[in-house]
């Protein structure tokens, strides 16, 4: 009797139509950072002043404590008239932003490009764009 019962069980499982199982949607748009706290790479606990190692990708950090700064201040690597790249306070950072777009409300801030380049809203030839940085 048991065997019965699991046979028409199974039976019916497989007469049954097919539960449908949807896939989850992918977000169709880009999504947008407009401040420090969601641009990716930003390396915590970098000392102002002192040796740094890249001014083109992921050159964002934020500063311990020191004389001339206060704790988790935005700094970014830099290499002013060529010389070894240092640690210096940043300007305020707009965000995730794509080379080469329009930034007229953003002059003279900083970016990150989605790839990790550095980028600085600078105003030529009477366009403003967001532009490599270092």
Known sequence: MVMAA?????G???SAPAATVSAPVAQAGPQTCNDAFCVPGIRPNVVL???CDNT?????GTAVAGPSIQPGRLVFCGSPRRYEPRWF?????????DEGSQCSS??????QAPDGLFL??????G???WRRGD
């Open 49 to 51: 002043g002192s040796y």
């Open 127 to 129: 366009e403003a764009l």
């Open 56 to 60: 083109s990708y992921f050159v964002f």
């Open 12 to 14: 019916a499982m497989l």
């Open 6 to 10: 699991a046979a028409a069980t199974v």
């Open 106 to 111: 953003e002059l003279h801030m900083v970016a």
């Open 89 to 97: 306070r940043s300007p305020p950072l707009a965000g995730i932003r």
């Open 120 to 125: 600085s809203c600078i105003a030529h030839s």
